[in-house]
């Protein structure tokens, strides 16, 4: 089970946007996340008058490393670490800091 999902609200640890909050969109593999609004870059696309696209400079979401975010805790407001236990017969993540169940 990994610790860090899709939809999970997360802090940036590291890196030119070191304390930014966003959601992660998409898990592109074991290691790599994107999340939104940060490491944003700039790509240049060209017209395609066949699909009807405009060229033009565009803003693409660039993956970053599971270690260099931390899931926010809502509850204390600040980054946190996730475990995960065995409640039930389920495998759930927790908070390190104070036990609680991560919410989806």
Do not use: W
Request: cysteine-free; aromatic content about 2%; glycine content about 10%.
């Amino acid at each position: 089970m990994n610790k860090i999902l899709k939809n999970d609200e997360v802090i940036v640890l590291t890196g030119k946007d070191k304390g930014k909050r966003g959601v992660v969109q998409q898990r592109v593999d074991a290691e790599h996340v994107v999340v939104e609004g940060v490491a944003v870059a700039k790509k240049a696309v060209r017209p395609n008058p066949m699909t009807g696209a405009t060229g033009g400079i565009v803003d693409k979401a660039m993956p970053i490393h599971v270690s260099n975010v931390a899931l926010f805790n809502a509850a204390t407001g600040k980054a946190d670490r996730a475990a995960i236990k065995v409640v039930d017969g389920k495998k759930v993540r927790v908070y390190k800091s104070n036990g609680e169940v991560v919410k989806v």
